[in-house]
């Protein structure tokens, strides 16, 4: 196990027990997850090594890196995420018209492909050799790592979704997106909150949780701290309204046992709708300039 001596967002080296949570969808272990006495950056502590990480990976349950279409949950993750690429690609275009763009952690280039159908360049990272397989079938070129990258290729996005909470190297990483970026380039992060309202509602059975594969637990504040470092500045955010629901029919599934369609329909809305006025909604897109 690899233990954080120090904050990984300030540097500060005390932290407090925030939740213990158990690992539901692969080795049924239990993580700690440590708040920051400074700065109150939430991260799970400690983390597997990155040479184990992998092993954590391994579940029909974790969809995200493949294409499989079992069960109600999976279909209906796979009905929304064709809706959404097509929110993704118009927020994208909205800050930038066109050029090149980064997806980090693109998985098997399902956002990649619509941003190249609609007249960008494209590049991907994702480590999954199996879904950067696909990827590549569908015509898209994608590496396995940022140092396969030119420091001289520039790009005018890049982004990140639900991808950032998984990487080991985060402040190497903010690094190179912040060189890597063309002025006036946006850096999209969509990432969990750990302050919506299904966050406090499930507690350590909020499936965002997600240990030990989500190693931080962004919120707002942390987020913009976070960014200020590599000097970016937060121009907007926007929800995710339906990872409310689908975040709360899995974390119904870890509380109880038994997946309850009904009580997770009603904490979605109930999720959105207290999100209005504080803007804390299960999953948030920040849109970042650099200075
Ligand atoms: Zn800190």
Redesign the pocket.
């Known amino acids: 196990m690899f233990q954080h001596e120090k ?1 990984p ?4 080296s005390k932290f407090q027990p925030f939740l213990s949570c158990k690992d539901y969808t692969v080795s049924n272990e239990a993580f700690q997850i440590v708040s ?1 006495e ?4 939430k991260f799970t502590n400690p983390i597997p090594e990155l040479s184990q990480i992998g092993n954590y990976y391994k579940s029909e349950d974790y969809i995200s890196h493949s294409n499989t279409k079992k069960g109600l949950i999976s279909k209906l993750y796979h009905f929304v995420r064709n809706y959404t690429l097509k929110q993704k690609l118009s927020l994208v275009s909205n800050h930038v018209p066109h050029g090149t763009i980064l997806d980090y952690g693109c998985g098997t280039g399902m956002f990649l492909n619509i941003c190249q159908n609609n007249g960008w360049k494209t590049l991907g990272i994702e480590p999954d050799e199996g879904a950067r397989k696909i990827a590549s079938e569908m015509g898209l070129e994608v590496v396995s790592d940022k140092s396969q990258i030119s420091k001289a290729k520039k790009f005018n996005a890049i982004t990140l979704w639900h991808v950032l909470e998984h990487v080991y190297d985060l402040n190497e990483t903010l690094t190179f997106f912040s060189e890597q970026l063309e002025q006036n380039g946006v850096l999209i992060i969509a990432v969990p909150n750990h302050k919506s309202y299904d966050a406090k509602l499930y507690k350590e059975f909020w499936a965002a949780y997600d240990v030990p594969r989500h190693l931080y637990h962004f919120e707002k504040k942390t987020m913009g701290q976070l960014l200020l470092k590599f000097g970016f500045t937060l121009v907007e955010t926007k929800p995710m309204k339906f990872d409310s629901f689908y975040v709360s029919l899995l974390s119904e599934k870890y509380k109880h046992g038994r997946t309850n369609y009904l009580s997770a329909f009603w904490t979605g809305l109930k999720s959105n709708f207290a999100a209005k006025k504080a803007e804390n909604y299960s999953s948030v897109i920040y849109v970042f300039k650099k200075k």
């Open positions: 904050c967002l300030c540097g500060h920051c400074n700065c109150s950056f």
